[in-house]
């Protein structure tokens, strides 16, 4: 019995939730395909983007992020 707990909880753990939209991402792309690992790999650098843009806000004394912080 507790093995099949086990088992199903590890099933239920999600990857890390995505902040950019795949269905959106695909739309955008006009003339080629979108591979798998490119979500991911974009999501890491949207990730980037806002961490580098909520410290410059921070440094201004900011607490919103403007166009101007990317």
């Known amino acids: 019995m507790a093995a099949r707990r086990k088992k199903a909880a590890s099933r239920s753990r999600k990857p890390a939730e995505l902040i950019i939209s795949k269905a959106r991402t695909k739309a955008a ?5 979108v ?10 650098v949207v990730r980037e983007l ?21």
């Open 29 to 33: 792309v006009k003339k080629c395909n």
């Open 35 to 44: 591979g798998g690992e490119f979500y991911e790999a974009l999501d890491k």
């Open 50 to 70: 806002i961490k580098d843009a909520e410290g410059r806000a921070i440094g201004n004394k900011r607490k919103t992020l403007k166009a101007v912080d990317l």
